[in-house]
């Protein structure tokens, strides 16, 4: 369905505000907790958006993508360490690097995964990443172990200090956005669909699955491992327990969950509800693991009320909506826009 | 011609030999059915010629290549397409996007280019048209009824333009009405080039449509000819009826 023209142009007007208000952000925005915050948030909106290119598109649910985060960041700081780069702007050219090394780890353990399928797979990408953390932690030489890896830490000072981060952070973003994009409407990202449907089915009409889904992840992995290692440098220090944390792992898949799996705008919607509500909680009611409370009371939410997540439910309903008012046969034989008809709003 | 050539395949599961030294042979632009009581190795060799299954012994040929340990993807784009038993198609695609999965695209820049190019959603298109369910090219293949999602499948797997189609009971499930225009697309094809192996349970669907039979009983083949060889072969009549 090619959309009314004016739904068309209020999605784009809708693009064009968010992108403004990102943009913009920190020049209205200077209390260092928010920005704060903000770094944190549109991170998250990186990293679901990366991590949904593999586990929505394909439908591999991968619960050790913070391997590749973890593994990002510690290759980053061994690069700038080794390379001996200063800090300041410096370093962020040096941010593709941790990508393709997070590429060439991605491969291996993508290699192997990837012979399994379903509930096996989960697990098997679980054990890979207490593997690769205990490798950060065993690796006393390289990594620094249990005392941590440093990174060079920036001259700026506390209310400015955030700012660079934050625009790192959404550049990462935004190519993760559009990266995504790009693949949901290509015949490669038709192939990862079919996968995801019937992965027999889509070999038996000559999608090549293996080097599909392989594809997938490592583009997916290469982009947490940039994430992870603007993360790394704005932290300043990393420890393998917290640079390669389960819960970050989780966190993106719930959000990814909550917002709509598969759907690119989805895992932007779950970022920006569940990251700051996580933080706002961390603030007021200390570093407690309350927020682990929380996200369990979303999870069964989204379980319950919204098992296709917001974007899907909320596209039916508006279907449903709009069939109801104009009822008629334009209506009704309608969606060969492979955009729409996943519910999901083409930008 | 011969175009595909299996010889003295065996298949064996644990103890069971699912398929034990079956050799057969379809010539170009034919009909073959595939018949055989329930558990005679049929749908296993579908999926030992399409790349499903691993052969414990003996080779399959197409167009005089050897084509056993090659996956399903490589053998489809060789030119075997198949169906599955109860009619498998994409379920959260739309009908298109189903008939657009299997088209064919070389090169790195036609892979991230846009999914639907023009002329192939022409074809796609048009090829739903022949099977006279163009109207639910924008549906979500998931809410079409069986009927259509056998004729889907069917269409989909035609859109890489294969030279031998192997069918697993393409007349199914599905109402005599459907049946004989299933039977109706599978002669066009057929007269349009394309040759076809079937298995097949509707004894007047198959001994209507094939020009051969090849009976399969306990994984080896029984008897083979015309339909009317074969219906009158007694050995066949044993192992359907028991004797």
């Given at each position: ?347 | ?9 065996s298949k064996r599961?644990?103890?069971v030999t699912a398929v034990d030294g079956c ?13 055989g009581p329930n558990g005679s190795g049929k749908?296993t060799v ?169 009976v399969l009983h306990r994984g080896a083949v029984l008897a ?11 050995a066949?009549?044993d192992a359907y009826?028991?004797?």
């Amino acid at each position: 369905m090619r959309s009314p023209s004016w739904i068309r142009a209020a999605k784009w007007a809708a693009l064009v505000l968010v992108l403004a208000v990102a943009l913009l952000f920190p020049a209205f925005e200077s209390d260092p907790a928010t920005v704060n915050i903000a770094v944190f948030t549109v991170m998250y909106v990186g990293l679901a958006t990366a991590w949904n290119i593999m586990g929505g598109y394909t439908g591999y649910v991968s619960l050790g993508h913070a391997a590749f985060f973890g593994f990002g960041a510690y290759a980053f700081g061994l690069v700038l360490a080794h390379l001996g780069i200063q800090a300041g702007y410096e370093p962020f050219l040096f941010v593709p690097i941790a990508g393709v090394l997070t590429v060439v780890l991605a491969l291996v353990i993508g290699w192997i995964a990837l012979r399994t399928r379903a509930a096996t797979f989960v697990i098997v990408t679980i054990a890979m990443m207490f593997m690769v953390q205990l490798l950060a932690e065993n690796l006393v030489g390289l990594t620094g172990g249990g005392s941590g890896l440093s990174f060079p830490v920036p001259p700026w000072t506390g209310d400015f200090f955030d700012t660079p981060f934050y625009y790192a952070m959404l550049v990462m973003a935004v190519v993760s956005l559009l990266l995504s994009w790009w693949i949901r409407r290509s015949k490669f990202g038709l192939g990862l669909l079919a996968i995801r449907d019937d992965e027999d089915k889509a070999l038996a009409v000559g999608v090549p699955a293996h080097a599909y889904k392989l594809t997938a992840f490592v583009i997916s992995a290469g982009l947490v491992g940039m994430i992870g290692a603007v993360y790394g440098y704005y932290v300043t220090y990393i420890y393998p327990q917290y640079a390669i944390d389960p819960l970050v792992g989780i966190s993106l898949v719930l959000m990814v969950f909550l917002g709509g799996l598969g759907t690119l705008w989805g895992p932007v919607l779950g970022a920006v509800i569940l990251e700051p509500a996580q933080l706002w909680l961390a603030y007021n009611f200390g570093a407690s693991l309350l927020y682990l409370v929380f996200y369990a009371a979303v999870f069964l939410v989204v379980i319950l009320l919204l098992p296709r997540g917001i974007i899907p439910s909320v596209g039916d309903l508006l279907k449903r909506i709009a069939a109801r008012r104009a009822v008629g046969p334009s209506d009704t034989a309608s969606t060969s826009d492979a955009h729409t008809v996943a519910g999901v709003p083409s930008p | 011609m011969t175009l595909l050539e299996v010889q003295s395949l065996s298949k064996r599961f644990g103890g069971v030999t699912a398929v034990d030294g079956c050799s057969l042979s379809l010539d170009l632009g034919s009909i073959t059915g595939l018949i055989g009581p329930n558990g005679s190795g049929k749908t296993t060799v579908f999926n030992l010629i399409t790349g499903f299954l691993a052969k414990d012994a003996g080779d399959v040929r197409f167009k005089g290549q050897s084509i056993a340990g090659f996956g399903p993807n490589r053998i489809y784009g060789l030119g075997i397409g198949r169906t599955f038993q109860l009619a498998r198609i994409f379920p959260r695609l739309t009908a298109l996007e189903n008939m657009l999965v299997p088209v064919r695209r070389s090169g790195f820049r036609a892979l991230v280019s846009r999914g639907q190019w023009n002329d192939e959603r022409t074809r796609a298109m048009d090829m739903l048209a022949a099977m006279d369910i163009a109207s639910v090219a924008g549906l979500l293949g998931g809410s079409l009824s069986y009927g259509q999602r056998k004729l889907l499948e069917l269409a989909a797997v035609m859109m890489a333009q294969p030279q031998l189609v192997l069918l697993d009971e393409p007349a199914g499930g599905v109402n005599p009405a459907l049946i004989e225009r299933i039977g109706e697309h599978i002669r066009e094809l057929n007269r349009q080039g394309v040759t076809f192996l079937l298995v097949e349970h509707n004894m007047p669907f198959v001994m209507g449509l094939c020009q051969k039979i090849v009976v399969l009983h306990r994984g080896a083949v029984l008897a083979e000819g015309t339909p009317a060889d074969v219906r009158g072969n007694a050995a066949v009549l044993d192992a359907y009826l028991g004797s």
